[in-house]
């Protein structure tokens, strides 16, 4: 995460332009929908976590972590975006998978 760069611009409720959470492009846009889906709060939580994650695995378990916590305060919304891109960033076969997320 650049922390020089610009800070997340909210107007009328959505995010203004891309930020730079990750150099992967695809983990960045996957963090810029979570922003954009569940709100302000999430670009906290995925700005902490980008400041912490520096491998795929510590990706995946911070987005579970994030789901837990939200899930824990009521966030039953923001806990299932969290969950789904954990889920995105987990191999098939994974066996920690949570059982909610398979079909």
Known sequence: MNLDGPALDWQ???LTEDYAFSPDR?????CNRLVRQIGPRAADEVATLAMLAVTPRGWTEGFLGL??????TGREFAAGCY???AESLMEPAVPQRPTALTV
């Open 67 to 72: 789901a837990a916590t939200a899930r824990e």
């Open 83 to 85: 969950d789904r891109a």
């Open 26 to 30: 695809h983990l960045n846009a996957l």
């Open 12 to 14: 009328a409720g959505t």
